[in-house]
């Protein structure tokens, strides 16, 4: 298995936590990892993206210039990395905020309306453990229990209060797929 996935989108909108969140669920899973962050002096509200690589074998480069599958929450996001899905791969597009349709007619798009899902559930800022639990259950890629393990793990102290909270999320945006 070599899943390799650009994750893209606004500072701010937890875009490279769910890189993070693929990687290191991953490891946690024995498996090889790489997760590459990228983004601008500007953080919150400027643009960031990730690449992350996740193999059953050794890997060689870290780098993702063709993926498997794109995480995009944001138009320009899409407008960017679009083109860089293999034919035959994977679009995961926030559709709470990405009104227009991609272009690709050989890759299979998932419409997932991420911000209001989480706003649903509770968690203003869950949008993206919606996506990364559809992205984990449409790939296979990484467990949804991992994933579950790993919020438990991290979100500890004064951040434990939303344990729960993106773990529905995660759970909620499996369901959508």
Known sequence: MLEQVLVAGFGGQGVLRIGQMIAYAGFAEGKEVTWAPSY??????????????????????????????????????????????????????????????PARDDIEIFYIDAQEKAEELGNNRGANMVILGAYAKATGTVTLE?????????????????????IACIKAGAEMV
């Open 146 to 166: 991992s994933l579950y393990d790993l919020v438990k793990q991290t979100f500890t102290g004064d951040k434990a209060k939303f344990v729960e909270s993106n």
């Open 40 to 101: 601008g002096p500007e953080m919150r509200g400027g643009t960031a993206n990730c690449s992350v690589v996740v193999s059953d074998e050794e890997i060689g480069a870290a780098q993702v210039l063709e993926a498997n599958s794109i995480i995009v929450m944001n138009l320009p996001s899409l407008h960017k990395f679009e083109s860089a899905v293999i034919p035959g791969g994977k679009l995961f597009v926030n559709s709470s905020i990405i009104k227009e349709k």
